[in-house]
């Protein structure tokens, strides 16, 4: 699956896609990543949907998220495992998060493939 980036509390742009690797495990590649640098912020998987704009700053927390770790860096390529028992099916969009003061900088849906 994957998204395109839209901005919330920040701009931010790139591209995010879940790729399966040889071993059959999964990660989180995002692609052409943007964005500001920040206190606290992580890499989400959840199962809220996309909202742009304003309306999308605050969503992330209120149902189930997997956080996959700190934002490795604000600008360019990165990649994140997936744990093995993550029900990918359930989770709809990825978020990068402020954990400090619960906000999204950005977000991408996460579409299949085609």
């Not at 399966?20 to 989180?28: K, Q």
């Not at 606290?40 to 209120?62: N, S, Y």
């Not at 029900?87 to 402020?98: E, G, H, M, P």
């Given at each position: ?22 071993d ?64 990918l ?26």
């Amino acid at each position: 699956s994957r998204g395109d980036f839209v901005t919330h509390e920040h701009d931010t742009s790139g591209r995010a896609r879940i790729v399966r690797t040889a071993d059959g495990r999964h990660r989180l590649e995002l692609v052409g990543l943007a964005t500001s640098n920040g206190p606290d912020l992580r890499v989400w998987l959840t199962d809220q949907p996309l909202r742009e704009g304003v309306a999308g700053w605050r969503v992330f927390d209120d149902g189930r998220w997997v956080e996959l770790g700190r934002l490795k860096g604000n600008r360019g390529d990165q990649a994140y495992d997936i744990p093995a028992d993550t029900d990918l099916t359930a989770l709809t969009s990825v978020s990068i998060w402020c954990k400090r003061f619960s906000v999204s900088f950005g977000a991408a849906p996460l579409r299949a493939a085609t």
